[in-house]
């Protein structure tokens, strides 16, 4: 009889991290791991992390609540020699260190990778940061979108002729996350088959860089630098590919092969487009993509969103509305999956936190839940891993190590 | 002594994969694990995955090229018995199977994750999805674009009374490939210390979500969809926070706490603003924001793009050239740090593959190379793994099985 519990096969049981992680990127990989299943504590200065502080997160403070809930929360001032020895002695107790500081905050005060991991040699200490610990751009100042600006992103986003656009998420932040998620698993993986800790360089530029795929292809193609192509494909190879207006939204609609044309001829009740040489093939169309979005739109601008969509999904045509906010807050599809779960603060308020991307068939991750206040852990956490009694822990609250 | 060539510290060394990805989600999974050192076998269908055959895909092929360098590469079609049977030979012998088909493909010619799992209980399926294995939602066809319409991207992407916009790069695709590689390597640990296969299921509707952590901030706020902001913060609660224009290009400029501001301010030698209410803090600046941006641009318009990132990174304020693909491309920071590598295809034309952004320190990941012709391993893979002779793999390849 297999008598384990559900939450005992979650990937990341027993494995705990100290998460120095700041504003979207570090956080965003610790309640990645938080959701596997590891014991994530968020560690933070005695004044509170930047996010936590930040008037600008707005919303009551909602991306540090997205990002934070499901982790015990300590204090520790490690600018303090005090403070460094009681991180030095933590290490001894934990798998992984993760921070998103500039490179080499951490090394400044004596507890940077080399010191920490002389102490526990099975350490996995993880480096999320803009550009890197190496490199002549490593020391830049990196936020989201200066890397959406360095990497490319920002000159490929927006209409021709206009300036260049960022893209409205920050897919730099959560993009350097995710890969160092990816990187700190591996390495646990590599522990356990060669018993090697890890010092992982997870830079939010580096992770973008695939995401260009497309538009460097059409860089090749076209030998320079081509023009932004709006809601197009980046290579202006794929039509229909666009945006479309409808009587009450618009839809996204991609015929990214011949059948799709065909079935969307077929959606569209119009049996000639397919006689028509202007759009015999992908190439013709691409070539006549003016005409082809006309065709399109004049069927799409008379019709609902949810009348195309629907008949696009009823006939094989990839298409999907353009939700707003509201729609995906509410959408039934996410719900049902877990990836959004309500819940309501103290001051009666609700709101829909979000789970995790990474699920296991058959395994039930942790309900996302709101973050505990600053320091509300420090008691139980160094009592526990330091046996650091409640007098002692008073004291250092007091005297500004915690 | 340790005589341990650095080769084999790669996290993933001996870890076998069946990559039978197509397009760009499930081919960047396989291409993060080939790079941290697993044996990735690409499986085709006998005339080849969508990408390898896309004239759509264009620039030589270039993101077919840039996904499925080291791999090694075999056909299989399992729509026929043989193929199947094959198939189920096989995952006796490898850690991985990854697939991104729409949901039950597999399943229906009766080789999906249950079949395969009675097989090899350690076997680790991982599925990558538009919109995952279950719910309303799961038979959605999905793209990219699609995704990006349906997560919230595009209604968030693009400037206040324009219609709503995509974002150029990739973001869904390549979101979901990660998370998908980030589920393999939490499955291989959780199977060292458990014994434990595991059927993952990632979507790329999900990944994407936490992405919009400001703007669904924004959401909360306002008390409802918040206009699109352009280049400014999803919450308009940051300023300056923008791109701007400058003699010769665009520069992102952020300043995220008042020290920035102070930098900033500094940096364009105008200490009256410091003095002036309309920027006295973030909340003012931001209530004003027409007249901050106005201070700033009229600074950056009359510099050169490079001088005016120097004077940011001097005085340490986040600052970055809007750059093109062809600064991207040749990007001393990204070639100093392997992330972008140039080859030489056999008609002589170079071009840059990427690398991989999880970097361990004191490990070298292999040199990107460009991909193998369809079923070029064939012989070498079925050889080894199912010990089939030369002769049985051309009649399975006459006969239309491999």
């Known amino acids: 009889m297999d008598t384990r519990n559900l939450a005992s096969d979650r990937p990341l049981t027993g494995v705990t991290v100290l998460d ?88 400044k005060y004596g507890i940077g990778s080399e010191e920490l991991m002389a102490i526990n040699p099975r350490l996995i200490y993880a480096s999320g940061t803009g550009y890197g610990q190496n490199g002549p751009h490593a020391d830049y100042l990196a936020m989201d979108v200066t890397v959406q600006a360095m990497s490319g992103v920002v000159s490929v986003t927006g209409y021709e002729g206009d300036p260049p656009l960022k893209s409205g998420p920050a897919i730099c932040d959560m993009l350097g996350g995710v890969h160092l998620y990816g990187a700190i698993t591996s390495a646990l993986y590599r522990r356990e088959r060669t018993g090697l800790g890890a010092v992982l360089d997870i830079a939010m530029q580096d992770a973008v860089i695939p995401t260009l795929c497309s538009a460097i292809g059409a860089y090749y193609r076209t030998g320079g630098n081509p023009p932004r192509t709006g809601n197009h494909h980046q290579a202006r190879a794929i039509a229909p590919y666009n945006i479309y207006e409808t009587r009450d939204g618009h ?80 959408d039934r599809h996410l719900l049902a999956r877990g990836m959004l779960k309500e819940v309501t603060d103290k001051s009666n308020r609700s709101m829909m936190l979000f789970g995790t991307p990474i699920q296991f068939e058959g395994v039930r991750p942790p309900d996302p839940t709101l973050p505990r206040e600053i320091g509300q852990d420090n008691e139980a956490v160094y009592g526990e891993l330091l046996g650091l009694r409640r007098e002692s822990v008073d004291d250092y609250r007091r005297s500004g190590v915690l």
Chains 1, 2 share one sequence.
């Not at 909602?62 to 934070?68: D, G, M, S």
């Not at 403070?83 to 290490?91: A, D, F, H, N, S």
């Not at 049996?271 to 065709?295: G, Q, Y």
């Open 20 to 107: 120095f992680g700041q504003i979207y990127n570090g956080p965003y990989c610790g309640h990645l791991l938080a959701m596997a299943g590891a014991r994530v504590i968020k560690v933070e200065s005695p004044i509170g992390e930047t996010l936590r502080n930040s008037t600008a997160s707005s919303g009551e403070g909602y991306p540090f609540r997205a990002l934070n809930g499901n982790k015990e929360t300590i204090t520790l001032n490690f600018k303090r020699p005090d403070g460094q020895r009681l991180l030095k002695e933590m290490v001894r107790h934990v798998d992984v260190l993760l921070e998103n500081y500039r490179p080499g905050t951490m090394a």
């Open 251 to 330: 839809v996204a609609i991609i015929c990214i092969r011949e059948g799709h044309w065909r079935k969307l001829v077929a959606a569209m009740e119009s049996p000639d487009l397919l006689h028509d040489e202007l759009f015999a093939n992908m190439e013709a169309r691409s070539k006549n993509m003016d005409r082809t979005d006309a065709v399109v739109l004049d069927w799409t601008a008379s019709r609902s969103t949810q009348e195309v969509f629907e008949l696009c999904q009823l006939f094989g045509v990839p298409c999907s509305p353009v939700q707003t906010l509201s729609d995906v807050l509410s």
